[in-house]
């Protein structure tokens, strides 16, 4: 039988720190994670540029960009595309595309240029099974010292939800400012779940009703966090 050599896809995971790169942007030159140390970052790929789908994204995001920076959270885009078609698409979507009321959107966050796929390999965000030729819509969220946090991928077809991503990362810093988690669906002001008792006396306690918690058992516990709270530790003045 043939010989098949078959590449290893590198995958990061969840704890990982962020692999490291140094790449061209249409803002210039970027030392990754270097340059971001103190910053939240999203790290975003999109399969090709001029495509419809992506320049909804692009859109969306770059309307957003200020509510993730006031969140201390930075954008930055990827696809295997040269700098040239980036910036030919950064300057399309700002003078011609009108979408959803959004109109002369201009792209302030860099986009990577990763003709040679060293990026996208990096982060697994070339998957076969759905394109051998573009970069699947790969989003990682990575924290000021550099560490992966979130990973979501998605489709080709599927549009990112942003409003989502703006979530992941309120409640990522939420729990490591107030060492709680988050349950589903969470938003600002909602519960948040308290770790869990880690002894019988802590579980009684618990159970008994002597603490501010409302416990649904001695393993899930929530308590009150105000919105204010959550947002004057979040955002930026
Ligand atoms: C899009 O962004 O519209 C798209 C890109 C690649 C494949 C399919 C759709």
Redesign the pocket.
Known sequence: MENQTVEAAVMPRIGDPAPVFKAVTTQGEINFPEDYKGSWVILFS???DF???????FMTFATLESQFNKANCKLIGLSIDGLYSHIAWLRTIKEKIEYKGMKDVEVKFPLIEDITMNVAKKYGMLQPGE?ST?AVRAVFVIDPKGVIRTIIYYP??L?RNFAELYRVVVALQTADAFSIATPADWQPGDDVIVPTAGSCGVAKERMDGKTDMTCHDWFFCTKKLDKEKVLSTILKK
Do not use: F
């Open positions: 999109h399969p090709a495509t419809p789908v992506c320049t909804s994204e394109s573009k080709l077809s549009g």
